[in-house]
DNA sequence: AAAGATTTTTGAACATGTTTAAAGTACCGT
DNA sequence: ACGGTACTTTAAACATGTTCAAAAATCTTT
């Protein structure tokens, strides 16, 4: 198991990241293969399963990075601008941004992401922690905002916006127009939306409906927010993953 | 290829059927090895791929299969209820009913439908026959009904619904609780929202925002049912796959 | 029924993800 | 410096999805 304890160790998790990743962008996840990122890496191909579970866990390695790279990406965002609209479309906008160079790849990315069965999806325990860091960007989202959000509903608002964001990630990935132009007029399009919607939440018009679309969120443990004090502590670039097999 | 000139083709499609599902079921995708199918059918592996370009063709002759139980059980519901929200609620309900001695094994179905990248994805080009078979069942939900639908609208139902569709068995496939109680209250829940919202959507009141809403489903042209006339014939009992390799 | 063409089956081979036992290396306390 | 402990690396092996050239079976034509 990768304790670490020798600093080498991340050294060398860093060194097949680093490997594989020109791999993924040359061939794609097919041609990513164990052997080609251990030879590359000056390893053996046993040796990159003592620091990867999987090769999906490399994957999923790939993600936490550009998460890193996104919530970076988010700060200038986030103390410039004020209101909720702005200040979502920011955020969106830096995901898809971020992303752009690795388009051709992110299939194999969403690959993994979206299968409902695996450990790495982000809805599973195990990617809580990421989630739960995406989600707390999107709670500062709407806490630096002007606008006020009834009670019911606010418990609720990062993760819906987050599966928002889950979303346009969905489009771009599957969206083929040159550049992504599709994504940033659909983005463009949506938060207008969205926002119009959450507004519209507040009429006593909608009461009844918006409270049993509320109920029905119940079902959705995974969209909640824990409180702030209750969240794992923010780590400095900890692109790490969870203990290995067998720990 | 297996061009099925010889009827026996068929039959040897359906033995390697019969012998993959119940590996399915026991060991779920993974210990369904194309081995272990091949023998239980009483042919070499290589055989078996004479048959199915893919494992996950397998799984897909599956979705098929299960498809075709439910446009079954819901001629039963179109005959019988009247209004927009029984017939819909029917509609789901079926396909939750049929699917439920498939749960355990579901998630694997869904690890093929779910990947955007893949030929299978429900969302493919390939699946496309499939797609607006079941896109058609909902158009006639609609048409069943008495209620009216405006134009714009009108046009994106059948997909809408189709997608909605999806999402709850999305939510099933995740559902752990018993018997999958959580869908069905889910279901309960959920479909009176959305025939409420149909509903408000007439109002002038809501003229702009759905005028935006809809201009946004042009870019998901998966989303349209082709005219009637134009679609694929009704095969009877068709689970069969697209052409093979090669041809 | 024989020859020819087409469809089906085989069995071995390949590439890849992954496991594992054993060997090698670095660190630590004495 | 030594010995022990914990960490790292290796090379070989395994199971599985998949391919392919050749053989076998089946059908068609004469």
Redesign the interface.
Known sequence: MASMKHKKAEQTRARILSAALPLMLEGGYEKMTMRAIAKQAGLSPGAAYYYFETKEHIIHAFYAQTHEEHRLACREVLDQAKTLQDRLKGVVQAQIRISQPYHAVS??L??VA?????TLSP?SDDSRELRHRAMALFDEVVRGSKTKVSAPLADYLPGLLWMFHMGIV??W??DSSPQQE?TW??ID??V??LI?LIRLSKLPFFGS?LQ??I??LD?FQFLRLPAADAREPEVENDTTAPPLRGS
Chains 1, 2 share one sequence.
């Open positions: 299939k194999a969403f690959k979206a299968d409902p069965n695996h809805f969905l489009f990935v599957h599709k007029r659909f399009r949506t207008p939306l119009q409906a049993a679309a109920a029905l079902d």
